[in-house]
T-cell receptor
Framework: EAQVTQNPRYLITVTGKKLTVTCSQN?????MSWYRQDPGLGLRQIYY???????DKGDVPEGYKVSRKEKRNFPLILESPSPNQTSLYFC????????????FGPGTRLTVT | DQQVKQNSPSLSVQEGRISILNCDYT??????FLWYKKYPAEGPTFLIS?????DKNEDGRFTVFLNKSAKHLSLHIVPSQPGDSAVYFC?????????FGKGTRLHILP
């Protein structure tokens, strides 16, 4: 089954404790992206990757890092999480540019206390 | 500065009638426009898209209209069904980036 998986689905952590949210897709898609969804703000793009070893900033990259060492995986790293990073995070992939259909993962709800 | 605006946070429509969701944008460089649907506790799912060189795209009950001179697009759902109750996000893409609107919550009334 074609899908995007994210882990963990739920995470509660404390300020400053490094964490990684994994994202994996099995569709051989070139484009992958991370978004955060906050009440009243919709979906905002954090980082995206056009292919292996190619990543770029979206609209809200501060406080986040990503890597794309393999085509299928695109982890999101929070080196020193802060409470304002409490949010619902989605990973997505697409066969090409984001102008094509993106397939979204189920989301990761992160709470930073 | 919001580049993609969905000015109606919510919309209620009777089952069987037409639902019209609206979206405005400011950047004339956007070349693709998309609509995504989102149920609670799930990721968004793609609904329909339109290229900037077209003014209409249809897929079953869903039609997207693009008015480039007004920088406006709309999604029409006919007829509306109970399963259409969800949050709808408008999105616009240029180069490798994509901007989403804040979403419109659609309620289909029995």
């Amino acid at each position: 089954e074609a899908q995007v998986t994210q882990n963990p689905r739920y995470l509660i952590t404390v300020t400053g404790k490094k964490l990684t949210v994994t994202c994996s897709q099995n569709m051989n898609h070139e484009y992958m992206s991370w978004y955060r969804q906050d009440p009243g703000l919709g979906l905002r793009q954090i980082y995206y990757s056009m292919n292996v070893e190619v990543t770029d900033k979206g609209d809200v990259p501060e406080g986040y890092k990503v890597s794309r060492k393999e085509k299928r995986n695109f982890p999101l790293i929070l080196e020193s999480p802060s409470p304002n990073q409490t949010s619902l995070y989605f990973c997505a992939s697409s066969p090409g540019t984001p102008g094509l259909e993106q397939y979204f993962g189920p989301g990761t709800r992160l709470t930073v206390t | 500065d919001q580049q993609v605006k969905q000015n109606s946070p919510s919309l209620s429509v009777q089952e069987g009638r037409i639902s019209i969701l609206n979206c405005d944008y400011t950047n004339s460089m956007f070349d693709y426009f998309l609509w995504y649907k989102k149920y609670p506790a799930e990721g968004p799912t793609f609904l329909i898209s339109i290229s900037s060189i077209k003014d209409k795209n249809e897929d079953g009950r869903f039609t997207v209209f693009l008015n480039k001179s007004a920088k406006h697009l709309s999604l029409h759902i006919v007829p509306s069904q109970p399963g259409d109750s969800a949050v709808y996000f408008c999105a616009a893409s240029a180069d490798d980036k994509i901007i989403f609107g804040k979403g419109t919550r659609l309620h289909i009334l029995p």
